[in-house]
């Protein structure tokens, strides 16, 4: 919203309105960015955090290493968010990678880059990062309340007031909605933001869990393999039950988001090589988690199968000339035996279930058609997936407030005077790698610069 009723501070519409204080909701990475910068720009901060103290997600993230940010260029940076990274230009623009790395070194906090890009904290404490956070906000005079929820915004005539809390009614002119996702519930994120802001007349998109591990149909076959972590392979999800998908259709060049590689039209949805492990109920690991976003979308339409090829450095071809030879050179071996060179030890005993090959049986006996069954599934090891794990288990939720109605240049409401969002309480999500957390630091240091501006009188149209 440009202007209107709450443009200017001096006659707020209700005389116990804090004209010049911004209120902050949520004591995440982009909570407290833009608390920090809200008082920095000579704002009057309160900072509310409903759990017993702030950054508990930075806390647990990179494995409490903290993954930071990525050394990727700027415009690949982009590409990691899908369609809405155009949202974050204006942001990235004002305050990116080398801001941030020169923010957190004046607070304390050195960094390191790791491969992949990632950066980290030399310390691979994150909470020390949290540490810099708590500088930055005692230097700049923000005050934070633990332990207090907050309800809903209170809003009169198109303009915020303050906002309603366990603990009562706290006035301010204006409201950064920092609340996060509906992800890792433990640390304060249990989806909050999205009730207040659908209340407040806000459009939410569907919400999804993202970078999660995925359920299978098949999950007696996924136990039997538990634990075992696959390096090299490629993972591919088609579009139609696993069974009934043509293995030639699987690309040689990865597919997805962040990739040079654009999606194909048709049954191909997403194909990554890389880590993967397989669990009690299905997949998960690295590439699966960076497919589960595209996995989930492809199943609100219809079935997903994903094809894993255990030997993607071979091609179909080579591989079969390879056990026509080892089966003739070792002939005198067991098919268990042979199985040894091919796959890790827990794979075996079901590969040799799967295969309806005896286990006793001599390579030298294994006939031609039995070999193309080994084949197939070397090359094309198929499982239909049921769904993802709830939301609780993703590392990031996708979908949130609608970006259309949050003006990208200041993180401010369309719909409310004095209203801002910054973080993942809003429709951006990435993969891993830092991006998310860059993603709310850059959304927080704008919503707080913008948020001290508007209650300072200085908001556009004021």
């Not at 955090?49 to 993230?61: R, Y």
């Not at 940076?77 to 623009?93: C, D, T």
């Not at 609340?179 to 999804?208: C, E, M, N, Q």
């Not at 294994?366 to 993703?394: H, Q, V, Y």
Request: proline share 6%.
């Amino acid at each position: 919203m440009t202007g209107g009723p709450c443009a200017t501070p001096s006659s707020p519409a209700n005389p116990e309105t804090k004209p010049g204080r911004v209120i902050v909701v949520g004591a995440g990475a982009g909570g407290m960015m833009a608390a920090g910068r809200a008082a920095e720009r000579g704002a009057e901060v309160l900072l509310l955090e409903k759990t017993d103290g702030p950054g508990k997600k930075i806390l647990v993230s990179g494995k409490s290493r903290c993954n930071l940010t990525n050394a990727r260029e700027l415009q690949d940076f982009f590409s990691m968010y899908g369609p809405n990274g155009r949202f974050l230009h204006g942001a990235f623009h004002r305050f990116f990678r080398e801001d941030l790395i020169a923010f957190l070194k004046r607070y304390g906090v050195e960094t390191k880059v790791e491969r992949g890009g990632r950066i980290f904290p030399v310390s691979d404490d994150a909470a020390d990062v949290v540490k810099a956070f708590r500088r930055y906000l005692k230097a700049y005079g923000v005050k934070i309340r633990n332990g207090v929820p907050v309800t809903g915004i209170a809003v009169r005539g198109g303009c915020v007031e303050g906002v309603r809390t366990g603990k009562g009614f706290l006035p301010a002119r204006a409201v950064i909605l920092a609340t996060g996702g509906a992800t890792w519930p433990a640390t304060g994120s249990t989806g909050d933001g999205f009730r207040i802001a659908a209340v407040l007349g806000h459009t939410v998109t569907k919400l999804r869990p993202a970078l999660v591990p995925l359920v299978v149909t098949e999950t007696g076959r996924a136990k039997s393999m538990q634990g075992v972590s696959l390096k090299n392979v490629r993972l591919t999800a088609f579009r139609g039950p696993a069974e009934g998908i043509d293995p030639a259709l699987t690309p040689a060049k990865d597919i997805g988001r962040g990739l040079e590689q654009r999606r194909r039209k048709g049954p191909v949805i997403e194909s990554r090589m890389g880590e993967m492990l397989f669990t009690h109920f299905g997949i998960g690991g690295p590439i699966t988690l960076l497919m589960s976003l595209a996995v989930v979308d492809a199943l609100a339409e219809g079935p997903v199968g994903v094809m894993i090829d255990l030997k993607p450095a071979l091609a179909r071809e080579a591989l079969r000339a390879r056990l026509q030879r080892d089966f003739d050179h070792f002939g005198k071996r067991g098919f268990r035996s042979l199985l040894a060179g091919l796959l890790p030890h827990k794979m075996i005993e079901p590969f040799i279930e799967m295969s309806g090959i005896p286990a006793d049986r001599p390579g030298h006996q294994i006939t031609a058609g039995e070999r193309e069954k080994l084949l197939d599934l070397l090359k094309a090891l198929r499982f239909n997936i049921k769904g993802p794990l709830p939301m609780s288990a993703a590392i990031v939720t996708a979908g949130g407030v609608a970006l259309q109605e949050i003006d990208p240049r200041t993180m401010a409401s369309r719909l409310v005077d004095g209203l801002f969002f910054c973080g993942e309480v809003m429709d951006i999500d990435a993969d891993t790698g830092g991006y998310n957390l860059q993603a709310a630091f850059s959304t927080g240091f704008v919503a707080g610069e913008a948020a001290a501006a508007f209650v300072q009188g200085f908001a556009k149209g004021s």
